[in-house]
């Protein structure tokens, strides 16, 4: 008795109170107390226990079958948030006092525990993110006096939701997310119309339309069921539910208009229609939903017209997606009010008219301003860079005309630009020397011209550099040439960049993709790209490079492309290019090449077109004749470039064809 009494002091042990028998251990409370191991069957020994809580732990193996024992005893179980596994034991069943089960964020497996339908007092169920299978049991209806939470969200579940489900008319929070259940969703939801809070579907398989009557249950606060594959209408009925939070509807089939009726759910937080087929244009009242903070109608190729006027009175509003969609004309000034906008996302529209200076209104923007991929014309607005906080900056694909302005220079927080426009002209500006935050910087397809500036000692960050198809001269600065932080893309192709390629690019170890082609570059290429070991792809061509291909490109060992096409390079093929173990594109046409063409690798897969214009190559096959052809004295380059094909690559091609 003694120690009995003393157990019960210990935390997270509740004892019975009665002062005429001997206390009693009721309730283990160990949530979260970084236990581990395995539960033991002598747990079942403690026969008045009615309240066991292990959950947060890293309990393992089975959960004991002794725990049956309990049946006259046990009312509160929650085993969840461990490492249990097996299915769920059979001997559970005798434990029919059960209000309370949560055995969610396990391994356990087998098929949902059908017998769980006689805990006629059950209020709270919980089986999520386990490897159950099976179907929720027909009659699961039979719980109807008590069931309050029903979650198996991120099992493996199949089948249709049971019609008996909907005699639950006490259930508040209906959660089967993530699962494999299909078919379509019972067409009467009149019981559960006064109790329903929650009901969320997302993420499985349902078809069919969404019932009406679910505009009956009016007292639902969250409504998901995004990414299924409803079809129909969006219900008007919908707009009768006053107190809904969330509507999310994102990722189906649905198709019709938007109904004007959602704009009375006026305590909505998310409304989220993407990626249906809906047609008209978004409501005009949509400003009564004066508390959402979430507004996405984006991925509707068929909605049109323009953003109503009305969007000012959204005054909450963070994140407004309207990208791929036919929405147009010119954005109204009232957008600009939206004062906690955090995200914009206008990319891939029919928008047009200038982008105002009004934009700079917009402070709060901190995540994204996209308006990429539309008719805006005109100067780009200087008034960017009062967005002290923006991250990521698309203005690509649009007919903005002039410089680039100088105030972008002051977006401090920035890490992704893109200004690629083909109006765009004048010189990058210095003053972006300033963007330490930049990680990706693109420039390409514009009017730029001037040498490119020596700013990127001060983009130390910097992983991306796209400034390709420009009008930029002059020879790579310095700072660029040092940039060795670069690990992603350095594409400075087709511009008319001169001077030697500097050999401290070999620095840029971690870089994956440079593309040099297209510019006048000239003199050797440098060894040190041996050192490039990270670099997949590497494009040289058409510039006037010379001299010997650099043995050390065969140390580039994660080398998948290698173009020196179009060049004035000489001398022979290294092999060593040849073991490099991955590379799938060689092509060195239109060269000054000679000599046998290797075997090994790349050069035995490739097609003989990526060696044609280069007189002096042979297959081993026809070396003889290659060295007796070997730079005669040439005053005719284009004879002797016939001759040579004449005589060795006919036979290239036609063993590249079998």
């Not at 906008?341 to 529209?349: A, F, P």
């Amino acid at each position: 008795m003694e120690h009995l009494s003393l157990f019960c002091t210990w935390r997270g042990i509740l004892c019975s109170k009665s002062s005429q028998q001997p206390q009693q251990v009721k309730g283990l409370l160990l949530d979260s107390k970084q236990l581990k191991g395995t539960l033991s069957p002598e747990v079942a020994n403690l026969a008045s226990l009615s309240y066991l809580n292990i959950s947060n732990n890293a309990f393992h193996g089975p959960i004991p079958r002794e725990i049956g024992k309990l049946a006259s005893t046990l009312t509160y179980l929650d085993l969840s948030h461990n490492a249990f596994n097996g299915s769920v034991p059979p001997s559970l069943a005798n434990c029919t006092l059960l209000t309370f089960l949560d055995l969610n964020t396990n391994f356990l497996s087998g098929s949902f525990p059908d017998f769980i339908t006689n805990f006629t007092q059950l209020v709270y169920l919980d089986l999520s993110f386990n490897p159950i299978t099976g179907h929720i049991p027909r009659d699961i209806g039979l719980l109807y006096a008590s069931l309050q939470f029903l979650q198996v969200c991120n099992t493996l579940l199949t089948g249709p939701i049971p019609l008996s489900l909907m005699n639950c008319s006490s259930l508040v929070w209906l959660d089967l997310s993530n699962t494999l259940l299909s078919g379509p969703l019972p067409s009467d939801w009149t019981r559960l119309a006064s109790s329903l809070q929650h009901l969320k579907l997302d993420n499985s398989d349902f078809s069919g339309d969404i019932p009406q009557a679910l505009g009956n249950c009016t007292t639902l606060t969250v409504l998901r069921l995004h990414n299924n594959s409803f079809t129909g209408q969006i219900p008007p009925s919908l707009g009768e539910l006053s107190l809904l939070q969330e509507l999310r509807l994102f990722y189906n089939q649905l198709s019709g208009p938007v109904p004007s009726s959602l704009t009375n759910c006026t305590r909505l937080v998310y409304l989220e229609l993407s990626a249906n087929n809906l047609t008209g244009g978004i409501p005009p009242d949509i400003g009564r939903l004066s508390r959402v903070e979430w507004l996405t109608f984006s991925m509707n190729l068929l909605l049109e017209d323009s953003i109503p006027h009305s969007i000012h009175g959204c005054t909450q509003l963070r994140v407004l997606s309207l990208y791929q969609t036919n929405l147009g004309g010119f954005l109204p000034s009232s957008l600009f009010n939206l004062s906690k906008l955090e995200r914009l996302s206008l990319q891939d529209c029919a928008f047009s008219g200038r982008l105002p200076d009004l934009i700079g209104n917009l402070t709060s923007l901190s995540i994204t301003l996209d308006v990429s991929n539309n008719n805006f014309q005109g100067p780009i607005p200087a008034g960017l860079g009062k967005l002290k906080n923006l991250q990521r900056l698309f203005l690509q694909g649009n007919n903005f005309e002039g410089s680039i302005p100088h105030q972008l220079s002051e977006l401090h927080s920035i890490s992704e630009i893109d200004v690629s426009c083909r109006r765009v002209s004048g010189s990058i500006p210095a003053s972006f020397s300033q963007l330490g935050s930049l990680k990706k910087l693109y420039i390409r397809n514009t009017r730029i011209s001037g040498p490119i500036p020596d700013i990127f000692a001060g983009l130390q960050n910097l992983h991306v550099l796209d400034l390709s198809r420009n009008m930029l001269v002059g020879t790579i600065p310095q700072s660029l040439a040092n940039l060795d932080s670069l690990d992603l893309i350095l594409d400075i192709s087709f511009n008319r960049l001169t001077g030697a390629i500097p050999s401290s690019f070999g620095n840029m170890f971690k870089l994956q993709e440079m593309r040099l082609s297209g510019n006048l570059f000239s003199g050797r290429i440098p060894s040190a790209f041996g050192d490039c070991v990270g670099m997949q792809l590497l494009d040289l061509s058409q510039n006037k490079l010379e001299g010997d291909i650099p043995r050390a490109l065969g140390q580039m060992i994660n080398l998948l492309h290698l173009d020196l096409s179009n060049n004035q390079l000489s001398g022979s093929l290294p092999s060593s290019i040849g073991y490099i173990p991955n590379l799938a594109f060689l092509n060195v046409s239109y060269n000054l090449l000679e000599g046998v063409i290797p075997e090994n690798g790349v050069y035995r897969n490739s097609s003989g077109f990526f060696f044609v214009g280069n007189a002096g190559l042979c297959q081993i096959s026809s070396a003889t004749r290659c060295r007796s052809l070997s730079r005669p004295k040439m005053t005719g380059k284009s004879h002797w470039h016939f001759a040579c094909q004449k005589r060795c690559f006919l036979k290239l091609l036609s063993n590249d064809k079998l």
